[in-house]
Nanobody, 124 residues
Framework: QVQLVESGGGLVQAGGSLRLSCAVS????????MGWFRQAPGRAREYVAA????????YYQDFVKDRFTISRDNAMNTVYLQMDSLQPEDTAIYFC?????????????????WGQGTQVTVSS
C-alpha cells in the first residue's frame, strides 16, 4: 500500500515562501507521476501542479505559474512544492497525489493515492 505524507505547511505573511514536502512510502516514487492539489474552505479541490515520473516534465495551473515550483527526488522518494510570493488566496489545505500518468494528475481524475493534506495559511 502506497502512503503519501505531506509536511511543511504553516502560517506565513503575504509575499513569503513555504516549501511543502510529500514523502512516498510503500513503493518507489519513481513508479508514479506526482502532483499537488489544494482545497480552500467552501471550495472544491483544485489541481495546482504535476510532475512526470522522471521529473522531466512539469505542469502548472495558471494561477501559480512563476510563483510555485514542483520538483522531485526519487532517490529520497520525496516530492516538493516550493511556493514563493504567497498571497492570501493561496490559503488552503494542500494535498499530494500519485497516479500512473501525468495527465491523470492534471485532469484530477482517477488519482491512485492521496495524502492527508497540510494546511497553508497566508495572512495579509
Amino acid at each position: 500500500q502506497v502512503q503519501l505524507v505531506e509536511s511543511g505547511g504553516g502560517l506565513v505573511q503575504a509575499g513569503g515562501s513555504l516549501r511543502l514536502s510529500c514523502a512516498v512510502s510503500g513503493r518507489a516514487s519513481s513508479s508514479y507521476a506526482m502532483g499537488w492539489f489544494r482545497q480552500a474552505p467552501g471550495r472544491a479541490r483544485e489541481y495546482v501542479a504535476a510532475i512526470s515520473m522522471n521529473g522531466g516534465n512539469r505542469y502548472y495551473q495558471d494561477f501559480v505559474k512563476d510563483r510555485f515550483t514542483i520538483s522531485r527526488d526519487n532517490a529520497m522518494n520525496t516530492v516538493y512544492l516550493q511556493m514563493d510570493s504567497l498571497q492570501p488566496e493561496d490559503t488552503a489545505i494542500y494535498f499530494c497525489a500519485a497516479a500512473l500518468s501525468t495527465m491523470t494528475i492534471v485532469t484530477g481524475r482517477s488519482i491512485d493515492y492521496w495524502g492527508q493534506g497540510t494546511q497553508v495559511t497566508v495572512s495579509s
